[in-house]
């Protein structure tokens, strides 16, 4: 039997919870893991006085592998984000969002099975910004107007929006691979590449250079806005989306309402050096320490994770046990049942028990 080292950072609120439950759930199957605990987020700034401790990105670059539960992160507080510092330190560029229909969970459409591939370090969010009315942001908007046609007004405030040809070239590769390791037939490449010719048009001209060195699998591009509007109407005809940034920050929080929100969608972050998944969701505080949130979107991002490490016979034995519980609608937790009622639903623990008696 394989055994794999993986860092588990649980994090905080509702995150040690559905960690654990996630725990215990993959030791069931059958793949071997060796967990090395690892602290971020509230808890670490306690005891480590930082938010993100080089003790937890050497874990993760040595295992390669983290699983990660949600962060609180504490308003105007001027702390480093978690979850951005995790993926610059460790270069995670790809930000794997899968939206499938789950049976039983209520949703207002059917048979989703999409894959939204986001681009996770470039873009608008490179963190390239000037505020209005600052020496830094006249100095950028001088040097702008002395060389552009179109002037920028002096009191504007400037995010740099950054594509270069190898993060556009190595996320829509990731998408490609992602597509023939997990037998999808097309990836489509989204973008605003009319309206943004240099910037989303090199992003475009990339993917169809790579899609030509992937005539197996199908390639086609839609512009943002239409791409929005055809997964409200006809969401059948997609597959594997790839996209810069802000887009797919966007789309992918789309197609997670699509399948029923964010608690159910699970989720990954890819690197050259190491992969880290984590669900979609936040800390949810006001459930933190009752034993009543759903582990579903922590055990699916788990799945994935096997998935990611070739283990996929567990992956769908892990997403099959998800949805045969689900789609029953005994043991699931409160946010699962149409009355929304905690006394009556499955705990943590227990929705962890009925998914792991039907691996
Ligand atoms: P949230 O996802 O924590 O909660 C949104 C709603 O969904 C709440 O009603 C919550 O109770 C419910 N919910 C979420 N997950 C659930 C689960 N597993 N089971 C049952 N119900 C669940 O979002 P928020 O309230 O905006 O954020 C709370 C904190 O989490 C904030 O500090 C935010 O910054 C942080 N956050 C962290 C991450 C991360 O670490 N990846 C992601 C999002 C938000």
């Known amino acids: 039997m394989a055994t794999y080292s993986v860092s588990l950072i649980p994090g905080d609120g509702i995150g040690p919870e559905v960690a654990e439950a996630t725990r215990r759930i993959l030791e069931a199957t059958a793949v071997g893991f ?61 930000n794997l969002r899968p939206g ?46 002395a060389r552009s046609e179109k002037q920028i007004a002096a009191n504007a405030a400037i995010t740099i929006k950054m594509i270069t040809p190898e993060g556009s070239r190595r996320i829509v590769e990731y998408a490609f691979d992602y597509a023939r390791k997990n037998k999808r037939k097309k990836v489509t490449a989204v973008h605003k590449a009319n309206i943004m010719k240099f910037t989303d048009g090199l992003f475009l ?32 005809l997609y597959d594997v989306l790839v996209m810069p940034n802000l887009y797919g920050d966007i789309v992918s929080d789309l197609v997670a309402g699509m399948i029923g929100g964010l608690g159910v969608a699970p989720g990954g972050n890819i690197g050259t050096e190491a992969a880290v998944f984590e669900p979609i969701h936040g800390s949810a505080p006001t459930h933190a320490g009752k034993n009543e949130a759903n582990p579903m979107a922590m055990t699916l991002s788990g799945a994935l994770m096997l998935r990611h490490i070739g283990e996929i016979d567990a992956a769908e034995a892990v997403e099959g046990a998800v949805a045969a519980v689900v789609s029953e609608g005994k043991d699931v937790t409160y946010d699962l049942r149409p009355d929304r009622d905690p006394s009556k639903a499955a705990t943590t623990s227990s929705m ?8």
């Open 352 to 359: 962890a028990d009925a998914i792991i008696a039907r691996l």
């Open 34 to 94: 060796e967990w090395e605990y690892c602290d971020a987020g509230l808890n670490a700034l306690e005891k480590h006085g930082d938010v993100l401790p080089e003790t937890t990105l050497e874990s993760v670059r040595r295992n390669g592998l983290g699983l990660k539960g949600p962060i609180t992160t504490p308003v105007g507080s001027g702390f480093r984000s978690v979850n951005v510092g995790l993926r610059q330190a460790l270069n995670l560029y790809a």
């Open 205 to 236: 001209r990339i993917a169809q250079e790579v899609a030509a060195e992937h005539p197996d699998i199908e390639f086609e591009d839609r512009i943002v806005d239409n791409m929005c509007m055809q997964l409200m109407q006809k969401p059948d």
């Open 100 to 145: 499938k229909t789950i049976p039983g969970v209520q949703a207002a459409f059917e048979n989703i099975d999409l894959v939204i591939v986001r681009e996770n370090l470039e873009d608008t969010y490179a963190g390239v910004e000037f505020d209005t009315g600052t020496p830094e942001a006249a100095e950028v908007i001088g040097a702008i107007n």
